[in-house]
């Protein structure tokens, strides 16, 4: 494995990680922009541009897009979060020169008011479907009332009124400001050629202009609140949780992670045992979500409307547990070794490498082989762990409740 970085003239930051037994290569480019850097007349703009980098550019239709992705057989997507917009693709070597100069071409979007139109009743779709979705409809509440004002707060899709009154002239402006080469990561691991690679992005993205885009940085520690909400044609009750957790930055995150393994893992965790073994809820899942300054962990919990407050009071019973008698040590190494092969199993592959490689550099400004990871993730000591959880005050909070109508 050897790691190469360069930045251009204008700032474009090129990491590549090369992988001698690879057979194929993956490349994307990261943006540093996401929900968290929109102002509230433009909620939503990031996952919308998302969208209208796909209907085409000054050189190509949307068709002719679609087309060339389908003659190299690349596998490719794109992703909005609160915090950054991913294009990748995983493609044969022998297309690396195609597929950058595609998605360059792809990143200088021609945002044709017709397009931006005729995409705006797509996203407004896309909202009305996900709120028919419970599970995504009160996690996306709960965030908002976890953070408050904070900018993490702010929903990836935007709302109906955000959208509908968004103009594609506000879109251009933020295209402007946030898709500057000083904003973004070009990676690439597998079977590449780096040289090349170096020359094809200073050829396609050299003239980009950088804008010195900037983010607000600050922790917190969430607003502690609590909201029962009711909607109609819904049978489940659907809880979230929100605690505040260690940033992508702290070194605590590896604990961070291991922790929510212990507590809300889909099999065999604290809360598994104590609500769907019991069969007090159907689902009791937690992820751990390291951001940019801050960080998070997210329960969510599907029960019967009945058993809503027996529950809440169980997932209380089980922090004071962890609290007063610690980790076990099989928790620990059985949560290691969870981790250990997810990260091994993804790292086999290009694709899977790109993501840890352009985050590691996006939020870090460091490379961490997957070796390395590995490493440091045995190191991670029962301490740790519990450091996390009496920092954090896991026991404290946000609670986002949605459930059937009362009759």
Known sequence: MKFHKTILNNGLTIIAEEMPSARSMALGFFTRTGSRDEWPEVAGVSHFLEHMMFKG??????LEVNLEFDRMGAKYNA??????????????????????????????????????NMEKNVILEEIAMY?????????????QLHFGNHSCGNSVLGTDE???????????????????????????????????????????????????????????????????????????????????????????????????????????????????????????????????????????????PQNTEKVL?????????LMQDGIRDNELIANKNKIASALTLHGELPMGRLVPLGFDWTYRHENIPLAEELLLLEKVSRDDVMTVLEQYQMASFTIQGLGPELS
């Open 313 to 321: 009071d169980t997932v209380r019973s089980v922090y004071t547990k």
């Open 162 to 304: 955000s959208i509908t009154a968004l103009t594609a002239d506000q879109m251009r402006d933020y295209f402007h400001r946030r898709y500057a080469p000083d904003n973004m990561v070009l990676a690439a691991c597998g079977k590449i050629d780096w040289d090349r690679l170096v020359e094809q992005a200073h050829r396609f993205c050299g003239h980009w202009e950088p804008t010195n885009p900037q983010r607000s940085l600050s922790h917190f520690s969430g607003t502690g609140q609590i909201r029962m909400e009711s909607r109609a044609n819904i049978v489940r009750q659907h809880l979230c949780l929100i605690n505040a957790g260690p940033s992508s930055q702290d070194d605590l995150r590896r604990a961070a992670l291991i922790l929510s393994n212990i507590i809300g893992d889909t099999a065999n965790s604290r809360l598994y045992w104590a609500l769907v073994d019991n069969a007090m809820a159907d689902s009791a899942d937690m992820d751990y979500d390291a951001m940019d300054g801050t960080g998070a962990f997210f329960t969510y919990i599907s029960c019967d």
């Open 57 to 62: 550019t000054h050189k190509r239709s949307a």
């Open 131 to 143: 709120k028919d979705m419970p599970h995504f409809d009160v996690m996306d509440r709960c965030r």
């Open 79 to 116: 992703f909005t979060s609160e915090e950054n917009t991913v294009f990748y693709a995983a493609i044969l070597p022998e297309y690396q020169n195609q597929i950058i100069e595609l998605w360059a071409d792809l990143l200088r979007p021609a945002l044709r008011d017709d397009d931006f």
